[in-house]
């Protein structure tokens, strides 16, 4: 309650710092892409719509992935950069837990590519989700 009042009374300092806030927010949310849930990815794939790519590990990714993902570890995403910007689908990043695709999309936004997709809460989602891996 004090700490409301203490807001209220002092409007001049609170309000700046809740747009501060709100604004950094909303730049990390879009920070690498645009976040989509499994379904959304299930809908891109079905319709033939999206480069799926496995940014985990190879030895994590050949023990279960997205079917018709390809993989690129996330360190070798600047270097393995055109396999991705030649692909005229959407592409969808993935990793264990949607952390890491957002600084492999902002690598990948500097190499000039706009249709990024991340997958919300990585491949854990998806297997939270009992989704198939193969």
């Known amino acids: 309650m004090e700490l409301i009042n203490f807001l209220i009374e002092h409007f001049y300092f609170s309000a700046p710092l ?7 927010f909303i730049s990390n949310s879009k920070k690498g892409g645009t976040k989509i849930s499994c379904q959304s990815l299930i809908s891109l794939s079905n319709q033939d719509q999206a480069l799926i790519v496995d940014l985990r590990s190879s030895e994590a990714f050949n023990s279960g992935h997205i079917t018709a993902s390809i993989n690129i570890p996330v360190n070798d995403v600047s270097r393995r950069s055109n396999e991705i910007i030649n692909s005229t689908k959407s592409v969808v ?3 264990e837990m949607g952390s890491s695709s957002t600084n492999a999309g902002e690598t990948l936004k500097k190499e000039g590519l706009k249709d990024i997709f991340i997958l919300k809460g ?3 989602e998806w297997k939270m989700n009992n989704l198939p891996l193969v």
């Open 122 to 124: 990585g491949i854990n």
């Open 93 to 95: 990043l993935v990793c």
């Open 18 to 24: 809740v747009i501060i806030l709100i604004l950094f």
